[in-house]
């Protein structure tokens, strides 16, 4: 079984950065593709980025010049590096993981088994 726990978040103005983690137990962490998934009040959870073991990223469009996902095997971590924040970025942040050695990095959430409880970010204007 593997336990994802997240950390980071926090209240930020607009503009600034937060950088998110991810800690991963239960698995050796290079066996583990990673994402990260947000959900804002009364929407959908919505896809942010992913990285494969090989290093392979995918970005949600809105985020790709902003957000940086990244990955620390020696440290069992993950990360998620958020710049120029806004206030539409307000959501609860969702890591997600599954054990997976190709090379796609999914958008999808269905893809991945392990998820944690989430972090709030908040962005005021």
């Known amino acids: 079984q593997v336990q994802l726990v997240e950390s980071g978040g926090g209240l930020v103005q607009a503009g600034n950065s937060l950088r998110l983690s991810c800690a991963a137990s239960?698995?050796?962490?290079?066996?583990?593709?990673m994402a990260w998934f947000r959900q804002a009040p009364g929407k959908e959870r919505e896809f942010v980025a992913a990285i494969t073991i090989r290093g392979n990223t995918n970005y949600r469009e809105s985020v790709k010049d902003r957000f940086t996902i990244s990955r620390d095997n020696a440290k069992n971590t993950g990360y998620l590096q958020m710049n120029s924040l806004k206030p539409e970025d307000t959501a609860i942040y969702y890591c997600a993981a599954r054990l997976y050695y190709g090379s796609i990095a999914s958008l999808s959430g269905a893809s991945y088994a392990y998820w944690g409880q989430g972090t709030q970010v908040t962005v005021s204007s």
């Open positions: 239960g698995r050796t962490f290079n066996t583990l593709a």
